[in-house]
């Protein structure tokens, strides 16, 4: 809403081999060549510790009229009430962060502090990026080549009484990449959102470590999907929208090995399991 720019980053490149875990805010109007963020929340203190090259990997922004009245606090150990964080500005950012596969999401306030509202864990071996479609109301969280390109749809709803809150209470819809989508090191992940051509809406996936041919292009069914199993996934295209193909999640197994994060860096670990669907 305030039409500035949000960078999520692991670690200060003077010092690579230290975790820092920053969200930047920058204004992509101010002049270049080189631009300096106008605030910076540190969120290292507030996540697990980690090595340097698997801290988080994707912030994404969410406006509080979607998450009142259906966001799980963790921390609180119920709803998410907007006015009990004073200073947050109009939504809460969330973070995935890359070793343990979980969402965080944070409330940031004007002082450069932030508080930690809530922890989603969306049963993926990672998650580098984050997308919220604002047509469907679901944050996208996606995996790299180390669990294979899937990713899961998470749905924001209060748990009933007496249902598990280990995930955050979020309703998931795990997701396999599409089948004409290779298998390789995507790192980055956007929906179109109010932009319908003949009942498709474009999908956007971005490689990592590579200079040419980086971005992969698919579709998506416009206007709300259902949330029963069986979702429509993007479907890669080479020359002009496809149309997407509904699958189920890739059944658990040994996965390839990821190809690093970052050009130049060591791997992050080796592969990430395949979530487990009970299938």
């Known amino acids: 809403p305030n039409s500035m720019l949000y960078i999520a980053a692991e670690r200060d490149n003077a010092d690579k081999g230290v975790n820092q875990?920053?969200?930047?805010?920058?204004?992509?109007?101010?002049?270049?060549p080189d631009i300096v963020a106008d605030k910076e929340w540190n969120l290292t203190s507030l996540l697990p510790a980690v090595t340097a090259n698997t801290g988080i990997e994707?912030?994404?922004?969410?406006?509080?009229?979607?998450?009142?009245?259906?966001?799980?606090?963790?921390?609180?150990?119920?709803?998410?009430?907007?006015?009990?964080?004073p200073g947050h500005g109009a939504g809460l950012f969330f973070v995935a962060l890359e070793d343990n596969g979980?969402?965080?999401?944070?409330?940031?306030?004007?002082d450069g502090t932030a508080t930690l509202v809530t922890e989603?864990?969306?049963?993926?071996?990672?998650?580098?990026?984050?997308?919220?479609?604002?047509?469907?109301g679901v944050l996208w969280a996606m995996c790299d080549d180390g669990c294979e390109n899937s990713g899961a749809q998470i749905t924001f709803a209060l748990p009933a009484?007496?249902?598990?809150?280990?995930?955050?209470g979020v309703q998931v819809q795990l997701v396999s990449r599409p089948s004409e989508l290779p298998?390789?090191?995507?790192?980055?992940?956007?929906?179109?959102t109010n932009m319908c051509v003949a009942g498709q809406r474009a999908v956007w996936w971005f490689e990592d470590g590579v200079?040419?041919?980086?971005?992969?292009?698919?579709?998506?069914?416009?206007?709300?999907?259902?949330?029963?199993?069986?979702?429509?996934?993007?479907?890669?295209?080479?020359?002009?929208?496809?149309?997407?193909?509904?699958?189920?999640t890739t059944p658990p197994g040994t996965s390839p090995a990821p190809t690093g994060d970052d050009t130049g860096d060591a791997g992050d670990g080796g592969p990430r399991p395949l979530p487990n669907t009970g299938a």
């Open 102 to 110: 979980h969402v965080y999401g944070f409330a940031l306030n004007e």
């Open 120 to 136: 989603i864990v969306p049963g993926l071996g990672g998650v580098m990026a984050l997308d919220y479609d604002s047509e469907t």
């Open 211 to 248: 200079s040419a041919g980086a971005l992969r292009q698919g579709t998506l069914p416009c206007g709300a999907q259902s949330p029963t199993p069986t979702t429509p996934v993007p479907t890669e295209t080479t020359s002009g929208p496809t149309t997407p193909v509904p699958t189920e």
């Open 21 to 32: 875990n920053t969200i930047l805010m920058v204004n992509p109007n101010n002049p270049g």
């Open 183 to 192: 298998v390789k090191n995507f790192e980055g992940f956007a929906i179109a």
């Open 161 to 168: 009484a007496g249902d598990d809150t280990s995930n955050g």
């Open 58 to 85: 994707a912030v994404e922004f969410v406006p509080d009229s979607e998450l009142t009245g259906k966001l799980y606090s963790t921390v609180k150990k119920g709803a998410y009430n907007p006015s009990d964080y």
